[in-house]
C-alpha cells in the first residue's frame, strides 16, 4: 500500500481496529506511564522547577509530533479531527512553551511574576479545550488546513499580544493565589472538555472504537487536570503537581490514539498488505498465464476452424500466417504459402488487386475493404475482404493482416430477393422498432406516392391514416410476439387520398437486426367491390334505394318499437299507372328515369325515421314509422299523390305520372311483414281497379276480390283450350262510299258460371301474367280463318284489323306466328292490318323498326290505334311507314260540344292526308258525326252507329245485307 496524494485512509480515524496490531494502551505503555511519574515525583521533591519543566517539555514534544503528522498526512487523511488537532497542536505548543519560559526560576522572561505564567496556561487551556470541541464537530467534513493554520496564528497572537498587555485578566495573586478568573476559567475548560466528549460521541461512527475510547480517555483526564488545577493556592503546591500528572497521561492517551494509529498502525497494514498483494499478484500471474495459453489456443482454433480465409504478412508482404480456410483459397498446403507473396500464391489479376490494398493499408496505416473475384476450382467465387495494418508494442508497422469471406451465395441471394422484390406487384417494405423505413421497393413508393428517398426519411406513421403512434407500436410489439401477423389498415398518400391496405408483416432478428419484413397490397378497389357487392345486396341498382330484404329488416325494428309502445305504423304499396305506356313509349332510359325521380320525391316526402324502398319494376313501398290515427296516413298519402303527380321533365318531354297505393296498418292488419305487404298489395289492386291516381285502405271485403282475380286468372289459363274465347267484329265502313271495308276482332270471354266477361276484367289480367301472348296467337289464327272463310263464302273481301298488346309486339315469336296464321288460313297477308299502340312504336326504335319492316315485306297493313292519346312524332309515323291513324274515341264523341276536340281531329286527318296515310275515327255513334267527319274527308269510321261488336255469322249476314243495300 503505497501512500500517494490521491490517497485517503477511511473516514474512520484511522485505521480499522482489526488492522491495528500494537494495543493502544496496554500494560506495558501504562507501566511506563507510571515510571514516567515517578520519577517526575522525585524530580518534584528535588525540584518543582525541574519538575515542571520536564512535564512542559514532554507536551510540547508530543504536540509538535501531533502537528508533524496532521501536516503530512493532510492528503490522504480521511477524517479532520487529526487536521485539527494537529495544526492547533503547534499554536497550544507555542503558548505553553511561553508558560514554561515563564516560570520564576527559569530566567528567560524577567520582571514578570507567577501571574504570567498562569495566565498563559488559561489561554493554551482554553485554546486546547475549543480546539478538541472543533476537531470533533468537523470530524465528518474536509478542512482547508492554510485556512485553519491562519485562523489559530491570529487567535495565538491575540492572546500572547492581550497577556503581555495586561488586557488578559489576572489568574494569580502573591500571597493570596488563584484569582476567581482562573478558577472559574477552570471550570469553564472542563465544561467545554465535557461538551467535546458529547459531540465526540455523537461523531463515533467517523472513529474506530478502540481510537475513540483512547480519545475519549484522554479527554476525560484532560478535565480530572481542571479540577485539580482549581484547587491549589501556591504554584508549588501538591494539587498543582497532580494536575500536571493528569495532564502528562492526557498527553500520553492522545499520542497513543494519534501517534500509534497515525503512523505506526498504517505502516505496519501496509507491510502486510504488500505481503498479501506479493501473493496476490504470484496468483495473478499464474492464471493469467493460463489464460494466455487458453486464449492463444481459442485464437489458433478459431482462426483454424473459421470459414473466412485469414493471413499474416511482414512489411515485405510475405505470408507470415495463414489458416486452413487460406490454404483452401490459394489452392495449396501452408507450407507453400509462408513466405511468398501473392504474386508466387495467386493468379497475377488477384494477385495486383492483394497488393495495391496492401500497399494502400501501409501507406495510410488504415484499414482497407473491398470486394475481390477469384476463381476457385470451376467456379468464381466473390469474397468480401478486410485488411488491416499490425504494429508492435512500440507502435511501428511490421505487417498487415487479412480477412477474406465467401460471399457469392449471399450475394446470389440477395439478388434473387431483390429481383423477386422488384418484380413484385405488391409494396414492400421493411422496417425497424421505431417504425421507420429502412427499405422500400418501387411498388411501395408509386403506392404512397413518394420516392424511395423521401420514404426511407420517414416513418410509417407518416403515412398511417388508421393508427396512431401508440397503436402502431402496440401493433409491432404484437407482431414481434406473434412473429408474424396479418391486417388491414390505410394510408394517406402525398397527394392527400386514401388508399385501403391489407399488410402481411413478419418479424425477424436476425443479421440486420430486429426488423419487420412487410408486403402492402393495395385492396382499395377489392374493399370497394366488396362495399359495392354489400350494397347492393340490401339495395336496388337503379335508384339507390334500400331493396325488399333490407326494409324488412328495418319493418322487424319500427313493428318492434310499435309494439313496444303501443303506437302503429302503416306500410304504403305504390304502382305508378301506365307505366309501361312510357317506358315503351320513350324507351327504358326515359323509363329509368322516371323511375329513378319517383324514388327521389317519394323520399323527400319522408321523415328520417321512415322508409322507401322499390320492390321491383315500378312498385314502391312506403313504411310509416309512428304513423298515428287514420287522419294522419291519409295526409302523409295525399302528401305523396300531390309530390308524384307533379309534372317532370324527362328526356324534353313533360310527363305527368300518378300512382295507384294501397295501404296496411299495423297491427289492425296484421303484424308480420308477408301479411301486411299482402294486404297492401291487394289495396293497390283496388285503387287501380278504381281508375288510377287513387289510393285504399285495406279491408277484408278486397279479399274476396282479390280471390276472385285469382279465380278468374286460373279460370282464363284454359279458356283456348276449352274453347271459351270467341271473336266478335265491328264493321268499319268508308265514309264516302258507304261500303263495308273491314272489320276489327274484339275477343270476348263466355265464363260457364259468369257468362260474358268484359275484356276490361281479363285482358289486364293476361298482359300482367303473361298470357296475352298465347291468347294472341289464338286470336290471329282465328281472325285469320274467319276472314278466309268470309272469302270463300262470296262476301265482299275485307281487312281483319287485329290489335296487338305491347307484350305480344315483343315476344320474338310474333312473326312466326302472323305468318303461320296467315298460311294455314290461306289468307294474303294484305287482308290483315296489325292495330299497334304509339307506346309499341316508341319502344326500342331499332328493334321495332326491324319488326315493321318485316311484317311490311309480309305484306300486311299497319295502324296505329288510338292516336292522339300517346306520345307520337310526325318523324315516327313517316319512318314505320304505317298505313292508317286510329283517331280515338273520346275525341270523336265529343266533337260537337267541344271546339277543341274537333280542331284535333279536323288536324289528325289534315296531317294523315299530308303524309299519305288514311284516317279512320272510331267511337261513332250518331249520324251528325258522320256528317262532320266526311266535311273533315276522314276516310273511314266504326261506331255503334254503324253496328256493335257481333258474332262471325251475325257479321256475314250484316255484310251480305250492307253489300245488298249498297249495290242497289
Known amino acids: 500500500m503505497v501512500l500517494t496524494p490521491g490517497f485517503r485512509l477511511p473516514m474512520k480515524l484511522y485505521v480499522p481496529a482489526s488492522s491495528v496490531q500494537t494495543p493502544l494502551v496496554g500494560p506495558a505503555q501504562l507501566a511506563g506511564l507510571l515510571v514516567t511519574i515517578v520519577a517526575l515525583h522525585l524530580c518534584a521533591r528535588y525540584s518543582f522547577l525541574l519538575f515542571h519543566t520536564l512535564v512542559e517539555s514532554i507536551r510540547i514534544f508530543v504536540l509538535g509530533g501531533m502537528f508533524v503528522l496532521a501536516w503530512h498526512s493532510r492528503r490522504w487523511s480521511g477524517n479532520a479531527f487529526l487536521s485539527v488537532?494537529?495544526?492547533?497542536?503547534?499554536?497550544?505548543?507555542?503558548?505553553?512553551?511561553?508558560?514554561?519560559?515563564?516560570?520564576?526560576?527559569?530566567?528567560?522572561?524577567?520582571?514578570?511574576?507567577?501571574?504570567?505564567?498562569?495566565?498563559?496556561?488559561?489561554?493554551?487551556?482554553?485554546?486546547?479545550?475549543?480546539?478538541?470541541?472543533?476537531?470533533?464537530?468537523?470530524?465528518?467534513?474536509?478542512?482547508?488546513?492554510?485556512?485553519?493554520?491562519?485562523?489559530?496564528?491570529?487567535?495565538?497572537?491575540?492572546?500572547?499580544?492581550?497577556?503581555?498587555?495586561?488586557?488578559?485578566?489576572?489568574?494569580?495573586?502573591?500571597?493570596?493565589?488563584?484569582?476567581?478568573?482562573?478558577?472559574?476559567?477552570?471550570?469553564?475548560?472542563?465544561?467545554?472538555?465535557?461538551?467535546?466528549?458529547?459531540?465526540?460521541?455523537?461523531?463515533?461512527?467517523?472513529?474506530?472504537?478502540?481510537?475513540?475510547?483512547?480519545?475519549?480517555?484522554?479527554?476525560?483526564?484532560?478535565?480530572?487536570?481542571?479540577?485539580?488545577?482549581?484547587?491549589?493556592?501556591?504554584?508549588?503546591?501538591?494539587?498543582?503537581?497532580?494536575?500536571?500528572?493528569?495532564?502528562?497521561?492526557?498527553?500520553?492517551?492522545?499520542?497513543?490514539?494519534?501517534?500509534?494509529?497515525?503512523?505506526?498502525?498504517p505502516y505496519d497494514l501496509l507491510f502486510r498488505n504488500l505481503k498479501q498483494k506479493e501473493a496476490e499478484l504470484e496468483s495473478k500471474v499464474i492464471e493469467r498465464t493460463a489464460a494466455l495459453r487458453k486464449s492463444q489456443a481459442l485464437s489458433t482454433a478459431f482462426a483454424e476452424n473459421s470459414p473466412s480465409a485469414i493471413y499474416m504478412t511482414d512489411r515485405d508482404f510475405r505470408y507470415t500466417l495463414v489458416n486452413t480456410a487460406f490454404e483452401r483459397l490459394a489452392g495449396r498446403p501452408r507450407a507453400g504459402i509462408i513466405g511468398r507473396n501473392a504474386f508466387e500464391v495467386f493468379p497475377a489479376q488477384y494477385a495486383r488487386r492483394i497488393d495495391d490494398d496492401n500497399q494502400q493499408v501501409i501507406r495510410e496505416r488504415t484499414v482497407v475493404m473491398g470486394t475481390d473475384k477469384l476463381r476457385v476450382g470451376d467456379d468464381e467465387r466473390v469474397f468480401e475482404a478486410v485488411r488491416f495494418p499490425i504494429v508492435d508494442d512500440h507502435g511501428e508497422l511490421v505487417g498487415v493482416g487479412g480477412v477474406a469471406t465467401d460471399v457469392t451465395d449471399f450475394r446470389m441471394a440477395e439478388e434473387r430477393y431483390g429481383t423477386i422484390i422488384r418484380a413484385s406487384m405488391d409494396a414492400f417494405v421493411i422496417l425497424d422498432w421505431a417504425g421507420r423505413f429502412t427499405e422500400v421497393n418501387d411498388a411501395a413508393c408509386e403506392l404512397s406516392g413518394y420516392s424511395r428517398g423521401q420514404m426511407l426519411e420517414m416513418g410509417v406513421g407518416a403515412l398511417e391514416a388508421a393508427l396512431d403512434a401508440a397503436a402502431i407500436g402496440a401493433r409491432l410489439e404484437a407482431v414481434a410476439a406473434a412473429g408474424a401477423g396479418r391486417f388491414d389498415s390505410r394510408w394517406r398518400r402525398q397527394d392527400g387520398s386514401f388508399c385501403d391496405i391489407e399488410v402481411s408483416i413478419n418479424y425477424i432478428d436476425g443479421a440486420m437486426g430486429a426488423r419487420f419484413f412487410a408486403f402492402v397490397r393495395d385492396i382499395t378497389e377489392r374493399k370497394a367491390a366488396v362495399a359495392r357487392i354489400e350494397f347492393l345486396a340490401h339495395h336496388d341498382v337503379l335508384t339507390g334505394l334500400p331493396n325488399k330484404l333490407l326494409f324488412q329488416e328495418r319493418f322487424l325494428q319500427v313493428a318492434a318499437y310499435a309494439e313496444r309502445e303501443g303506437r302503429r305504423c302503416a306500410l304504403l304499396y305504390l304502382d305508378l299507372d301506365n307505366f309501361k305506356v312510357i317506358n315503351d313509349s320513350l324507351g327504358h332510359v326515359a323509363g329509368d328515369a322516371l323511375l329513378k325521380r319517383t324514388a327521389g320525391r317519394l323520399t323527400a316526402c319522408m321523415r328520417e325515421t321512415d322508409a322507401v324502398c322499390r320492390v321491383g319494376g315500378d312498385e314502391f313501398l312506403v313504411l310509416l314509422a309512428d304513423a298515428g290515427d287514420t287522419g294522419t296516413i291519409t295526409a302523409v298519402i295525399g302528401k305523396v299523390l300531390q309530390q308524384l303527380a307533379a309534372p317532370m321533365e324527362i328526356d324534353h318531354h313533360e310527363l305527368v305520372t300518378t300512382v295507384s297505393l294501397g295501404a296496411a296498418v299495423f297491427p289492425e292488419d296484421g303484424r308480420d311483414f308477408e301479411t301486411l305487404f299482402k294486404k297492401a298489395d291487394t289495396a293497390m289492386f283496388q285503387a287501380k281497379a278504381a281508375g288510377r291516381n287513387a289510393h285504399r285502405f285495406f279491408d277484408e271485403g278486397m279479399n274476396a276480390n282479390a280471390l276472385e282475380r285469382l279465380a278468374l286468372l286460373g279460370r282464363l289459363r284454359g279458356a283456348v283450350e276449352r274453347k271459351e274465347l270467341v271473336l266478335h267484329y265491328q264493321p268499319q265502313i268508308d265514309l264516302v262510299s258507304g261500303e263495308v271495308t273491314g272489320a276489327e276482332a274484339l275477343i270476348r270471354w263466355r265464363h260457364p258460371e259468369q257468362g260474358e266477361i268484359s275484356p276490361a276484367r281479363f285482358i289486364p289480367l293476361a298482359e300482367d301474367s303473361g298470357l296475352i301472348v298465347q291468347i294472341g296467337a289464338w286470336v290471329l289464327e282465328e281472325a285469320c280463318r274467319q276472314a278466309a272463310r268470309w272469302q270463300q263464302a262470296g262476301l265482299p273481301e275485307i281487312v281483319v284489323a287485329v290489335n296487338l298488346s305491347a307484350v305480344q309486339f315483343r315476344s320474338p315469336e310474333l312473326y312466326q306466328t302472323v305468318a303461320d296464321a296467315l298460311a294455314a288460313a290461306g289468307l294474303d297477308a294484305e287482308y290483315l292490318e296489325l292495330e299497334l299502340t304509339e307506346s309499341i312504336l316508341l319502344g326500342d326504335v331499332d328493334s321495332v323498326l326491324e319488326s315493321v319492316q318485316r311484317f311490311k315485306r309480309l305484306g300486311l297493313r299497319l295502324s296505329i290505334d288510338d292516336f292522339g292519346t300517346g306520345y307520337s312524332s310526325l318523324s315516327y309515323l313517316k319512318r314505320f311507314a304505317v298505313d292508317k291513324l286510329k283517331i280515338d274515341q273520346s275525341f270523336v264523341r265529343e266533337m260537337d260540344k267541344n271546339p277543341d276536340d274537333a280542331a284535333l281531329v279536323q288536324a289528325i286527318i289534315q296531317m294523315a292526308r299530308s303524309l299519305g296515310l288514311k284516317t279512320i275515327a272510331e267511337g261513332v255513334e250518331h249520324e251528325h258525326l258522320v256528317e262532320r267527319l266526311r266535311s273533315y274527308a276522314c276516310d273511314e269510321a266504326q261506331g255503334y252507329h254503324f253496328g256493335r261488336p257481333m258474332p262471325a255469322d251475325a257479321f256475314a249476314a250484316y255484310m251480305a245485307e250492307h253489300s245488298a243495300r249498297t249495290t242497289a
Open 85 to 265: 488537532i494537529g495544526i492547533a497542536a503547534v499554536f497550544i505548543a507555542g503558548l505553553e512553551l511561553l508558560h514554561t519560559l515563564g516560570y520564576k526560576g527559569v530566567g528567560i522572561l524577567k520582571g514578570y511574576d507567577a501571574n504570567l505564567p498562569t495566565q498563559l496556561w488559561i489561554a493554551f487551556r482554553y485554546l486546547e479545550s475549543l480546539s478538541f470541541l472543533l476537531a470533533a464537530g468537523v470530524a465528518h467534513r474536509r478542512v482547508n488546513g492554510r485556512v485553519l493554520i491562519g485562523g489559530y496564528a491570529a487567535i495565538t497572537a491575540a492572546l500572547i499580544a492581550a497577556v503581555l498587555t495586561g488586557v488578559f485578566p489576572d489568574c494569580y495573586v502573591e500571597e493570596q493565589g488563584l484569582t476567581a478568573f482562573k478558577i472559574g476559567s477552570e471550570y469553564v475548560i472542563a465544561g467545554i472538555f465535557v461538551a467535546s466528549l458529547l459531540v465526540l460521541y455523537r461523531q463515533r461512527r467517523h472513529f474506530d472504537n478502540a481510537v475513540l475510547a483512547t480519545i475519549m480517555a484522554s479527554i476525560v483526564l484532560g478535565i480530572l487536570a481542571e479540577l485539580a488545577f482549581t484547587q491549589y493556592v501556591s504554584v508549588f503546591g501538591a494539587a498543582n503537581e497532580y494536575g500536571h500528572y493528569l495532564l502528562l497521561a492526557s498527553a500520553y492517551f492522545l499520542y497513543r490514539a494519534v501517534l500509534v494509529t497515525g503512523i505506526v498502525a
